[in-house]
């Protein structure tokens, strides 16, 4: 059955991650979009979280990648020809490569002082956006194929496919990621240098192997995310800058240092999304988004979920 | 020494995560005195000096300083208070010269509130508080940078910027530890100058044979806990504090 | 690299001056000129070049190159007490806004709306920042981000201060000399009093609390106190640009909170050289131009400042300045070990 016209394409919003307003304001609708748009947020997060949370560096070009990754996959299938799963593919492996080389690129130079690593990976960030912008990446044109195509009714909404996968995907990918942090040898070398890097080097962990494989997997995870929901809309390179916003947005409300607290965040801002776009404008949700922000870190700068950094930022 | 009660801590608690840094300690200072704290490492000596001090917040309990309640107050404002600090590690301002180091106490509200008096120019007032400390006045010592100084030098300037603070209480945070037997020769003298002149002093050492000759009293701490308090002698018959430090017999 | 042996590279200062930490022995003038041409020259050349350059496009430039050097000092002097600020934009669009609306709905005239814009700025964003100064580092960073967005939308959503249209018709600068002037002697002002704010014992605390602010704290001197004079002097500065900006283009919209009024001065300091000041005002001076010539390049001229924000951090970290500095008075040899 044929699914109505793809919502939430408001003025402004071409981004694909629009959450939806819930036309009839009917419990269901709502809980549905929140839950839809609660597990995007947590995808677009958890790479960020990984690296800057749970390793110690702070990805700014988070958003760039997630676009890069989107726009390599178009131009590899529209302008090269090559089957979607091939470019998907290839996408997530370009990335995950570039992650790597950034760190040993550039990050490692200015390993120590965290800020400075903060304006290298924004520079980085500028510069692959506006590139990409320059050269015209945006609008109706440039979609991504959903995986798999078609919608169900599930109490009287109609949600498409795409969005109930983005769901398990999701949540998969949350599960295996907390599973890999917590039971995995790379997952505890990569906690451990976030935490003492000297006691980590100490017990024999090479500091810079660990720290560019985050890197790396948090840019990978950056694609994925970006492969799962951008088939949902179209491309625009405004996302680089937004889809940071809002992983940063989830780790800061959760608490950046873990993936509960990524999940957390990420259902709080997720339903108040999509309260704001139902009974307010949607306008608001950007406001919302970061306002959100700035009076967690004004009243409780470590998250809901965060008792970690309440050691350290008393200074 | 007065009866009057400079330091009260009641009930003090830190919790860190699981751990229980310091627990439930009481502790009195009177005005004058010279107070040791002695203990093995990790029983929580420098969290007691830290809460006391307001940099850290903590769990429960309350710290009063001549009566008024300080706990959990911004250290700045302690300090202003009149309660000085050193810092284990010898905390310095390492890019600026080690004279500019003190000027800073100097520009605290506590000793602009009591010009007139010594306080003029504070650069020559720098140079004679360092002066007195071992940083001899005519070299180029006290023009250094703190960051290239040696390391007995590193704690003379944390000990001159608490003493720049005019303070009623002094608290030394391993003061020895790392220098030669040398500097603490010549520190101790000084130490006892400032007890007889009044500063009342809080010690926490490693070195017991120096802060025996020089405290009044000794508080043994283990595992966040006060394990004895009294005069060095009584402490160190005391079997808790023998065991502390060296372990219990292993029974055959 | 002349053959076998070792060598080392050896740094000697010219044996041109003496120098100590407050005096200048001068056995000359050759030591004089030596001493006073960097500073006289380039001076001389900035209050010159609005005659040379009058009528021309390139006066506009000079205009902008002063205030993204006022932006840039602002965000030299926040740094220098360990705040980096990632928002230099909110400071600009505060004064900005703060002066269009005073001269919109008050009808205030210049002499007046550009003080108080600058006044009111800077109260304005110390009172916002100053809740979030005990933060860490980077989350204070984070917080300077997000501020000047929030703020554009804001304007947006609640339709304030006549929201996405701006505010038109602001009144403009009795003679072109004026603004041109203004605008070259705020810099020139800011510039040498924030080099000797940094020399006295207000400036040595604020260094000492980017080194340590712990000993600062034990020594018993506030350190947020100091933190919120050092944003609002930054303030004040920023939002001075803002409102000179303002009442040259007549006009104040959203545009003002833009990533542009953040990312040149970064860009700016950082090639120039972080903590100098005079870098910032070099580095100002070197991209603004720049950016005007490649004018072409539209948007991608955000993707060259990113580029050369990289380069500065990644290969010449000291900045241009500091650079040149030592050149100037020290020089380099090869010498046998």
Not at chain 1, 280 to 295: D, F, G
Not at chain 2, 53 to 58: E, H, R, Y
Not at chain 2, 73 to 99: E, S, V
Not at chain 3, 34 to 47: H, W
Request: hydrophobic share 50%.
């Amino acid at each position: 059955m044929e699914s109505p016209a793809l919502p939430g394409f408001q003025e402004n919003a071409l981004k694909a991650f629009a959450p939806q307003r819930a036309v009839r304001e009917g419990q269901v609708e709502i809980i549905i979009y929140g839950v839809t748009n609660s597990v995007s947020l947590a995808l677009m997060a958890i790479g960020f979280s990984l690296t800057f949370g749970i390793s110690g560096l702070p990805n700014f070009a988070h958003g760039a990648f997630y676009l890069l990754g989107g726009i390599l996959t178009w131009v590899f299938m529209n302008q090269l020809g090559l089957p979607y799963l091939v470019s998907a593919l290839l996408s997530v492996l370009l990335i995950g490569a570039l992650g790597f080389f950034l760190y040993w690129g550039l990050m490692l130079r200015l390993r120590g002082l965290a800020i400075n690593e903060v304006i290298a990976t924004l520079a980085v960030a500028i510069v692959i956006i506006e590139v990409l912008r320059w050269m015209g990446f945006s609008g109706f044109s440039y979609v991504l194929p959903p995986f798999v195509r078609g919608s169900l009714n599930i109490g009287g909404v109609w949600v498409d496919i795409q969005r109930l996968l983005l769901v398990g995907i999701g949540a998969l990918l949350v599960v295996l990621l907390y599973l890999f942090t917590r039971r995995t040898r790379t997952g505890f070398s990569f906690r451990a240098i976030a935490q003492n890097e000297r006691t980590a080097i100490a017990v024999g962990i090479d500091p810079d192997w660990t720290a560019a494989l985050s890197l790396a997997m948090g840019s990978a995870l950056a694609v994925v995310a970006g492969l799962t929901i951008l088939p949902l809309g179209a491309i625009d390179t405004e996302m680089g800058y937004d889809i940071l916003l809002y992983a940063l947005a989830v780790g800061i409300i959760g608490g950046l240092e873990s993936i509960p607290g990524a999940v957390l965040g990420s259902f709080i801002l997720g339903f108040s999304q999509v309260l704001v776009a139902t009974f307010l404008r949607a306008q608001w949700q950007t406001v919302v988004t970061l306002a959100a922000i700035v009076l967690i870190l004004a009243v409780k700068p470590s998250g809901i979920l965060g008792k970690y950094k309440e050691l350290e930022e008393r200074v | 020494m007065s009866q009057e009660v400079l330091l009260k801590v009641q009930k003090l608690t830190k919790v860190f995560g699981g751990i229980m840094a310091v627990c439930d300690l009481e502790l009195e200072v009177r005005r004058g005195e010279f107070l040791g704290i002695i203990g093995p490492n990790g029983s929580g000596k420098t969290t007691l000096i830290n809460l006391i001090t307001g940099f850290v917040k903590p769990t429960s309990g309350k710290v009063l300083y001549r009566g008024q309640d300080i706990t959990g107050k911004q250290p700045y404002r302690i300090a202003c208070l009149g309660i000085a600090r050193t810092f284990q590690m010898a905390r310095t301002l390492q890019r600026l010269p080690a004279f500019k180091n003190i000027i800073v106490p100097l520009c605290s509200p506590r000793v602009t509130k009591f010009r007139g008096g010594k306080y003029g120019e504070r650069d020559d007032v720098a140079i004679d508080i360092l002066d007195d400390l071992g940083f001899e006045r005519d070299s180029f010592v006290p023009y250094k940078m703190a960051g290239s100084l040696p390391h007995g030098y590193l704690k003379r300037l944390d000990l001159a910027r608490c003493i720049a603070l005019r303070p009623d209480l002094l608290i030394l945070d391993e003061l020895f530890s790392g220098m030669a037997m040398s500097e603490v020769a010549a520190t101790l003298p000084m130490l006892e100058k400032f007890h007889r002149e009044g500063l009342t002093i809080i010690m926490v050492e490693h070195r017991l044979r120096e802060l025996f000759r020089v405290a009044d009293r000794v508080m043994v701490m283990n595992f966040g806990q006060k394990i004895a308090d009294g005069s060095p002698q009584e402490v160190m018959e005391q079997e808790q504090v023998q065991r502390a430090y060296l372990g219990t017999e292993v029974e055959d | 690299m002349p053959e076998g042996g070792k060598y080392r590279k050896e740094r000697l200062d010219r044996g041109i001056k003496a120098r100590s930490d407050t005096l200048y022995v001068l056995a000359s003038w050759k030591d004089l000129c030596y001493l006073l041409l960097p500073r006289v020259v380039p001076l001389g050349l900035l209050f010159i070049l609005p005659v040379v350059l009058h009528g021309s496009y390139w006066e506009k430039v000079l205009f902008y190159s002063c205030i993204f050097g006022l932006l840039s000092l602002s965000w030299d002097l926040m740094a220098a007490v360990g705040l980096v600020s990632l928002g230099q934009a909110l400071f600009f669009g505060a004064g900005a806004y703060m002066a269009g609306a005073l001269n919109h709905y008050l009808g205030w005239p210049i002499f007046l709306s550009i003080p108080a814009g600058t006044l009111g700025g800077a109260a304005f964003c110390t009172i916002l920042l100053v809740l979030v100064v005990r933060l860490r580092g980077v989350y204070f960073s984070i917080v300077t981000l997000i501020l000047p967005l929030l703020f554009a939308h804001l304007i947006e959503t609640l339709e304030i201060l006549e929201g996405t249209h701006g505010l038109l018709s602001l009144s403009p600068y009795p003679s072109g000399w004026l603004a041109i002037y203004l605008a070259i002697v705020g810099l020139v002002v800011v510039l040498f009093g924030f080099r000797k704010l940094l020399d006295e014992d207000f400036g040595m605390i604020l260094r000492g609390i980017k080194d340590d602010d712990r000993v600062i704290m034990a020594a018993g001197v506030n350190v947020y106190w100091y933190k919120a004079q050092a944003i609002f002097l930054a303030g004040a500065v920023g939002s001075f640009a803002g409102a000179l900006m303002t009442h040259y283009y007549q006009f104040v919209g959203r545009s003002v909170l833009a990533l542009d009024y953040t990312i040149l001065p970064l860009a700016a300091v950082v090639m120039g050289g972080t903590g100098s000041f005079a870098g910032a005002v070099l580095g100002s001076f070197i991209l603004v131009p720049l950016s005007e010539a490649l004018r072409a390049m539209g948007g991608l001229r955000m993707a060259l400042y990113g580029l050369i924000l990289i380069s500065a951090l990644a290969a010449l970290p000291e900045g241009i300045f500091h650079y040149l500095e030592r050149k100037y008075h020290q020089f380099e040899r090869m010498v046998k070990i």
